[in-house]
Each structure stands twice: as C-alpha cells, then as structure tokens.
C-alpha cells in the first residue's frame, strides 16, 4: 500500500467556542491529505482534470476517537487503497503529534466523470490504469 503524510498546524479558525477542532474540518484535513498524496505519486487534481475527468466525493467516513485543540499539531496519514473498478479509495489517520493520540479514522471513494458530458465512467480511464501499473497498485 502507498501512502503519504502531512502536517498541519491547528488554526483558530477550525475550532469551534470550545476550543476542539470542529468535526466538519476532518474532511478539509482528508483533502490535505488527498493532495499531499497526489504531489507525492502524480495523481494531482489538475493532471486528473487535464486528461478529461472530474473525481468528487460519493462516500466518505469519518470515525473521531479524540478531540484536537486550537495551537496542536497534527499529522494526516493518506493510503491508497486499490479497487478494480474506476475508482479512487483512501484511507486515513489523523494523530496528534502533541499528544501522540489517534484522533480519527476515515475512508473516501471518488469516481470518474467526464468533464465534457459529466457522465459516469465506468471503465477504468486509461491514465489512471498506467497510473495503477507504474505505481504496481
């Protein structure tokens, strides 16, 4: 399995009155941590746009396990996980650096649609079959 990490400096701005990251900003940390990964393997959203596609969101799942607060420090784990149809799967962690503890868990799913007729692909795009191969996945 590949997979990447980045690290990310708690703003104020993603806690709510409390103080603790507030739960809607986990999937902003996934995003980081989908475009860490996508500059890490060349899997970027531009390169996947410039061959014709779009790839949104259709699943995601997030299982918070510890509260983050304002001024700590996390890290994003993203893993790949293969599918044989066409689509895209991660996996993620997110641990406090300044505590040690795992925060989160969660998964996304993305598909192909195509950018002229914002269909569904079906059939595994041709790029991300030679992505898959080059990157033995």
């Known amino acids: 399995m590949i ?12 806690t709510d009155a409390m103080g603790v990251v507030w739960h809607g900003n986990y999937l902003k940390f996934f995003e980081d941590g989908r475009e860490a990964f996508g500059k890490t393997y060349g899997l970027e959203y531009l390169t996947i746009f410039d061959k014709g596609y779009f790839t949104p969101i259709v699943k995601s799942e997030i299982d ?3 509260p983050v607060y304002y001024g700590q420090i996390i890290k994003v784990i993203t893993r790949y996980v293969p599918a044989k149809s066409a689509k895209i799967q991660f996996e993620y962690e997110v641990i406090n650096l300044t505590t040690g503890e795992l925060c989160a868990v969660g998964k996304t799913m993305q598909v192909f649609l195509n ?21 033995q996945v």
């Open 64 to 66: 918070h396990k510890a």
């Open 115 to 135: 950018k002229e007729t914002r269909t569904l692909e079906l059939i595994t795009p041709d790029f991300y079959r030679e992505w898959k191969e080059k990157n």
């Open 3 to 14: 997979a990447s990490e980045i690290e990310i400096d708690i703003r104020f701005s993603e």
